[in-house]
């Protein structure tokens, strides 16, 4: 900031402001971009009238609050938030006793230890406004509750968002009748909230959001006449249920988004005529959306996303809520046709609707040229017929996703030429739509740039020229129809910028080269005809998948280098021959594994078997792997699934696999190895499948102590055709629960292995069963019963048709 030096009287400066004798009683320089320290010596202290300080939101370079400020025993109102101030508070601020607003809230870099907020706060009692947020109060623990309430009687204000306190939350706070505004959120307090919270007649504003609380939110509290602002978002262990709202109640926001509330959303909410904002996403809420939603006109934004809500929506439901900005109704199941009001209100921005039951025909926008769509998300219902064209016509709309319908017709490439400028997002993929593609280079320099592009499914016969697309990071053009080479230009789309390139599922027969990835994250090349060369993926690949295509070529040497970033690296069915390389211990973090089906032959590195607690999936499965199971498996294994069956692996089984606790699926059939039965596993609780068929083991399969009751979860055992030898008494099975079908006719949950779940991958078992001469490969998901085999016969077996 500057002053003017030619001016002698500085109660005409900016942010000054004077008594009438002329002293200085306010100043306020926040937002004046300061930067420098600030220490004891600074002239600013030497203002002993003053009773008002602003320095909020400048940088004093992390210098601790001077403790001269306690000098400035006149102030009423001292600001120093967000300001580049770090370490403790000083004490000497308990020296202000005037003070009715005390704001130090930062940006992670104050603490509050010695001294203590009982001490800072002791003197303070005409306190009216505390504002700590961000301060770390951790050594505070459960004692803020009685050091605030012994002092502050007449707060109106406390904010303490982030400060690292625990709960409970005291009944001495009952004693601040006078609180207004109560901010608690991002605080790990893991209690409940008191029922004396209702008894708060002036408050307006509570936010409790991310605090671990627990037990049943109080209703009374919504019902307080006054509250205006509630948010009890991100505690998923609080349950409740909406009250029967008060006739004129002063909600504006409502946000209870991942929380645990149920019940339905009540007719009276339509009292509440100030409300602008209702955000109850992912909780349990059911029943139909209210009739008196439609009239809270000051409504803006609506997000009712993932509960169970149900039925169907009136065509005009929406056309009187003309300052709605969003809507967002995802994941429901909602039926019948998408009410067209929604169409016609050109304040709106967002429409979100995907994974119901919507279907007919799309409604058009009467008036596409002056609506303030961005997103449109109709993905995931039973929406027929043609896209109307009055949606290329939304000149604002940057998101476009209109997937896994049954939309029909033909979309060319022409029909983007000069429209949808702004476009980013576009996803037509899996529905019953034929994109026809364009060479004409003067058209395609015409077309949106975009970021994401979805065409999954959409009868593509070639690839689109996207030569142009500079801001491309994410494609899927998987389950079409494209033959030939994947040409080489394709990977520099999107300068250097993709990171998602899904080509599945085409008729694709070899990469053009010479060719360079980009630094994918994710690389999806499965169920094609690609031949020769396996491609070494880039380092940054994160999720591989080259299965189920004809590669023929052995592994190169140093692939695994290439694999320090992923977690899904799968190569199977293919023609894959040669020696696994000692590089692939370099995939540390690599989750599923999967080389099955191929013609690998030598022995199995040993690093495989001690990665550790990274590695879920390890599926060699149906290869020429020899030799024996070597390596010590970490006594953090996290093995979900070792399967090895159909090699020429023999020795014994490392004894140290009892390490594997969080084994479900152990398949070693058809090798050659020679051991006893594995009684060590006994022990593993969480055994769903063993196979050790066609092998040398032998001797007994009793194991003493009734290990075998604790695979409760067991669903499928071979142990055919080995050397097996003695008898099995009467109750070998009894405890094996997951084998039988439960009472209400229900089998137990099907097998998968899930990976990196906010991408939505997860890897799926399959087994072999075979049965009187016949081999039958299946999911384990189609299982719908479970078969034991000892001997050459099936002892037990359960089919239902």
Not at 158 to 166: E, H, I, M
Not at 315 to 329: A, H, K, M, P, R
Not at 597 to 624: K, R, Y
Request: charged fraction near 15%; aromatic fraction near 8%; proline fraction near 4%.
């Amino acid at each position: 900031m500057s002053w003017n030096p030619n001016t002698t009287d500085c109660c005409t400066w900016r942010g000054v402001t004077c008594s009438i004798n002329g002293h200085v009683t306010g100043l306020d320089l926040s937002h004046e971009a300061i930067s420098c320290g600030i220490d004891d010596s600074s002239v600013l202290f030497d203002l002993e009238s003053l009773e008002s300080l602003n320095l909020a939101a400048n940088d004093f370079h992390s210098s601790l609050i001077p403790s001269r400020i306690g000098n400035l025993t006149r102030l009423s109102y001292l600001n120093l938030s967000m300001s580049g101030f770090s370490g403790q508070i000083p004490g000497e601020l308990s020296q202000l006793t005037r003070l009715q607003v005390l704001d130090l809230s930062s940006i992670f870099s104050l603490k509050l230890e010695k001294p203590s907020l009982a001490y800072l706060v002791q003197n303070l009692t005409r306190l009216r406004s505390l504002y700590l947020d961000n301060v770390n109060l951790s050594t505070q623990k459960s004692n803020w509750c009685q050091c605030l309430s012994s002092s502050l009687l007449n707060l109106e204000v406390l904010s303490l968002s982030n400060c690292q306190l625990l709960g409970p939350l005291e009944h001495s706070l009952e004693k601040l009748q006078s609180l207004s505004v109560i901010r608690l959120a991002s605080n790990d307090l893991g209690t409940t909230i008191p029922e004396f919270f209702a008894n708060f007649k002036n408050l307006t504003l509570m936010d409790l959001g991310g605090c671990n609380l627990l037990g049943t939110f109080p209703s009374q509290v919504l019902q307080l006449h006054n509250l205006k602002n509630l948010d009890l978002s991100y505690n998923k262990n609080l349950y409740g249920s909406l009250p029967e709202f008060p006739i004129n109640g002063s909600l504006e926001t409502l946000v209870l988004s991942f929380t645990a509330f149920s019940g339905g959303i009540p007719e009276s909410i339509g009292h509440l005529k100030n409300l602008s904002r209702i955000d109850l996403w992912n909780n349990s809420f059911s029943g139909p959306i209210p009739k008196s939603l439609q009239n809270l006109t000051k409504l803006t934004y609506i997000d009712l996303s993932r509960n169970s809500l149900s039925g169907t929506i009136p065509c005009g439901y929406f056309q009187d809520l003309e300052n709605l900005l969003s809507v967002d109704l995802k994941s429901y199941c909602f039926t019948g046709s998408i009410p067209s009001s929604l169409f016609n209100l050109q304040n709106l921005q967002q429409i979100r609707l995907s994974d119901n039951k919507f279907d007919g025909l799309l409604a058009h926008f009467d008036t596409p040229s002056v609506s303030s769509l961005d997103t449109l998300d109709l993905s995931g219902n039973k929406l027929e017929g043609e896209i109307p064209r009055s949606i290329f016509e939304l000149k604002k709309l940057r998101i476009l996703l209109l997937s896994s319908n049954n939309l029909s017709g033909t979309i060319r490439i022409v029909d983007f030429e000069n429209h949808l400028r702004n476009l980013t997002d576009l996803d037509l993929s899996f529905n019953n739509l034929s994109v026809i593609i364009s060479e004409n280079i003067t058209l395609v320099n015409h077309l949106p740039k975009l970021t994401t592009l979805m065409l999954a499914s959409c009868n593509l016969i070639k690839f689109p020229n996207l030569r142009n697309q500079s801001r491309l990071t994410y494609v899927d053009l998987s389950k079409n129809k494209i033959e030939g080479k994947i040409p080489n230009w394709l990977w520099e789309v999107g300068n250097g910028g993709m990171r998602y390139m899904n080509l599945s599922h085409n008729r694709l027969t070899g990469l053009h080269e010479p060719y360079s990835f980009p630094n994918l994250v994710i690389l999806d090349l499965h169920s094609n005809q690609l031949n020769g060369m396996i491609p070494i993926p880039p380092y940054t690949t994160e999720f591989i998948d080259f299965s189920n295509n004809i590669f023929n070529s052995s592994l190169p040497e140093s692939i695994g280098r290439n694999l320090t970033s992923a977690y899904f690296f799968s190569l199977s069915n293919n023609l894959l021959t040669g020696v696994i390389p000692q590089s692939i211990c370099n995939a540390l973090n690599v989750e599923v594994l999967d080389m099955s089906h191929n013609q690998l032959n030598g022995s199995i590195p040993n690093c495989l078997f001690e990665l550790g607690n990274t590695l879920g999936v390890l599926n060699l499965a149906n290869n020429t792997l020899s030799g024996r199971i070597e390596g010590v498996f970490s006594s953090n294994c996290g093995l979900d699934t070792l399967d090895l069956h159909d090699n020429s692996l023999e020795g014994e089984i490392p004894r140290s696999i009892v390490n594997c606790k969080m084994l479900r699926v152990l398949n070693l059939g058809n090798n050659m190895i020679s051991d006893t039965y594995p009684c060590s596993l006994g022990n593993n609780t969480k055994l769903h499948v063993l196979v050790l068929r066609s092998n040398r083991f032998y001797g007994s399969v009793l194991c003493g102590q009734n290990q075998h009751n604790k695979w409760s979860k067991l669903q499928i055992l071979d142990i055919a055709h080995n050397n097996f030898s003695g008898t099995l008494p009467t109750d070998f099975f009894s405890h094996w629960d997951a084998m039988m079908t439960e009472e209400n006719g229900e089998t137990n949950k099907h097998l998968s292995f899930t990976l990196y779940e906010d991408r939505f991958y997860y890897y799926q078992h399959t087994v072999t069963i075979i049965g009187k001469g016949q081999r039958l490969d299946l999911d384990l998901d189609q299982l719908y019963h479970y078969c034991v085999f000892y001997g050459k016969e099936i002892l037990m077996v359960q089919v239902d048709e």
